[in-house]
């Protein structure tokens, strides 16, 4: 799962709002974020503009198993 989820959600903002922001369906934004498919580059670039204080690379990087 990459660390987007946590972020997400620690947000509390709905998946149905961050996924219309970047243009894909709520399911596509979960498989993303559970890492069945990868953001593309397009899409990053908008998750770059929606979290600025994150760095690209920790958002999409995976959670580290406790």
Sequence with gaps: M???K????SKG???E??????GM???SL???T???TEFTYGESLKLKALFPEY???YLLTEEPVA
Excluded: E, M, T
């Design 30 to 32: 979960y498989n993303k």
């Design 13 to 15: 903002i709905p998946y």
């Design 55 to 57: 760095d690209i690379g």
């Design 17 to 22: 709002q961050y996924a219309a922001l970047l």
């Design 6 to 9: 946590r972020v997400l959600d």
């Design 34 to 36: 559970v890492g069945n």
């Design 25 to 27: 369906s709520k399911k």
């Design 2 to 4: 990459l660390r987007l």
